[in-house]
């Protein structure tokens, strides 16, 4: 069984930076696609940015040119920099990995908070 855990949410200004992090407990990353997905309180979840196990990677409209996704495999880690944060990106981040290769499994984070407000 692997485990995900995010870090690096928390409070920030609108304008400001956040960077989190996804840890997981064995190597995986590079053999799966990982997304970051958020859930704003009565809103769904919805998938953020996206890394393949290739290293493409796609982002919801809403926050192209403003978050980059990138993978470190080395460190079994994916990250997540958010710049120029709205209080629109207010969410619960969830990190989420689907194995590719094998059979498929399917890992979810326990999430990490993010307020955009002043």
């Known amino acids: 069984q692997v485990q995900l855990v995010e870090f690096g949410g928390g409070l920030v200004q609108p304008g400001g930076s956040l960077r989190l992090s996804c840890a997981a407990s064995?190597?995986?990353?590079?053999?799966?696609?990982t997304g970051w997905y958020r859930q704003a309180p009565g809103k769904e979840r919805e998938l953020v940015a996206r890394?393949?196990?290739?290293?493409?990677?796609n982002y919801a409209d809403s926050v192209k040119g403003r978050f980059t996704i990138s993978r470190d495999n080395a460190k079994n880690t994916v990250y997540q920099q958010m710049n120029s944060l709205k209080p629109e990106d207010t969410a619960v981040y969830y990190c989420?990995?689907?194995?590719?290769?094998?059979?498929?499994?399917?890992?979810w984070g326990q999430g990490t908070q993010v307020t955009v407000s002043s």
């Open positions: 890394i393949t196990s290739g290293g493409g990677t």
């Open positions: 989420n990995a689907v194995t590719v290769v094998g059979h498929t499994r399917d890992y």
């Open positions: 064995r190597s995986i990353f590079s053999i799966s696609d």
